[in-house]
């Protein structure tokens, strides 16, 4: 996969993407992520990449010019064949759709994203409309810029590329994943997805610390009752903090019972 990061602040990017599987998937070769100064693309003497806006209001707005020429110099696919192509050019802001596990998934399987990090007071409207195919945003709040939104998909959407992570069914089994052809129906086991809620508990050594032990049943032995268990302890953990969750998914008959027997 190629990842390409549009930015006026490139420096940001030496630490996330200097760590962990960021920085193992570049060295093997699964992901080449290259940063572009977009004040590279402002042709004036004070490289100018930001304006007032039209019509007035407070704030700065970035401007289209040099965004459209630093996209066209990658030789990025044209916006109607970027589908065919498995290309996707996404601009960051707060009017963007919220970005989730799903459309990680969605953009792990193209070979090439852009990610045009939004700043100031926002960016040109013609960038989002005739640019950029999809607008992201992270969360329901405001960043004083995109590139920690980059990041954070830059992260998200690495480990799931194939052989970055170095146990890539552990990608199977986390919060949010849904479920994996052939599953849907039978409700996720302790070794497969959490269907789309919340992931279950973790315990490691020692078994007891400081008085605060971990559960029995995780010791038994009994894989079906430790099943049984982690689905309840998901269920329950999404409908304490994310009982939304639970409107978007299909749950099995055990679910129903494991909720109902709930404490």
Request: charge should be negative; glycine fraction near 10%; hydrophobic fraction near 35%.
């Amino acid at each position: 996969m190629k990842i390409d990061i549009v930015t006026i602040f490139p420096d940001f990017f030496r630490g996330p993407l200097e760590h962990g599987i960021i920085r193992r998937a570049r060295e093997a070769g699964l992901a080449t992520i290259e940063v572009h100064d977009l004040r590279a693309f402002a042709h004036d003497r004070h490289k100018t990449v930001d304006d007032r806006p039209f019509g007035g209001g407070e704030g700065m707005v970035l401007k289209p010019e040099p965004i459209f020429e630093c996209i066209e110099a990658m030789g990025v696919a044209s916006r109607e064949g970027r589908s065919e192509a498995r290309q996707s050019v996404i601009l960051l802001s707060a009017q963007g759709k919220r970005f989730d596990q799903s459309v990680a998934n969605e953009l792990a399987a193209m070979e090439r994203i852009v990610l045009i990090c939004g700043r100031y007071e926002g960016v040109d409207e013609r960038v989002g409309q005739y640019l950029a195919d999809r607008e992201l945003s992270i969360g329901d709040y405001v960043l004083s810029g995109g590139e920690l939104g980059a990041a954070v998909i830059v992260d998200c959407i690495t480990r799931l590329i194939p052989g970055a992570v170095g146990n890539q069914a552990s990608t199977q089994q986390e919060s949010f994943t849904t479920f994996s052809q052939g599953q849907a129906g039978d409700g996720p086991s302790s070794t497969c997805t959490s269907g789309g809620l919340l992931d279950y508990p973790h315990y490691t050594r020692p078994a007891d610390f400081r008085g605060m032990g971990v559960p029995e049943v995780l010791a038994s032995g009994n894989h079906e009752e430790i099943r049984r268990w982690r689905r309840r302890t998901a269920l329950e953990k999404t409908l304490r903090n994310r009982p939304d969750l639970l409107e978007s998914v299909v749950l099995s008959e055990e679910d129903k019972k494991l909720l109902g027997n709930s404490d």
